[in-house]
């Protein structure tokens, strides 16, 4: 008979307990595992850059035809 339980150590008292355990049992402190986020920056979109792009250009353009005249 092999216990086949999912273990985790809890991250403030390090005892291990079931996978699915939403609070230590030992420190009664919440163990919720929240999804980390890769980065906390609010990522600047590549359609955002494209536009800012394009916008610099066309300024470009008008103050050359605006030199040019
Ligand atoms: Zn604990």
């Known amino acids: 008979m ?9 991250k403030f ?3 291990s307990l079931p996978e699915e355990a939403i609070f230590c049992y030992y420190c009664h402190r919440e163990l ?3 999804p980390e986020r890769p ?3 609010p990522e600047l979109r ?5 536009v800012l792009v394009v916008g610099i250009v ?3 353009v008008i103050v050359f035809m605006l030199v040019l005249r």
């Open 46 to 50: 590549p359609m955002n850059r494209i």
């Open 13 to 15: 008292c390090g005892k």
């Open 32 to 34: 919720l595992t929240r």
């Open 39 to 41: 980065s906390l920056e």
């Open 2 to 10: 092999s216990e086949e339980h999912k273990l985790k150590n809890c």
């Open 58 to 60: 066309i300024l470009v």
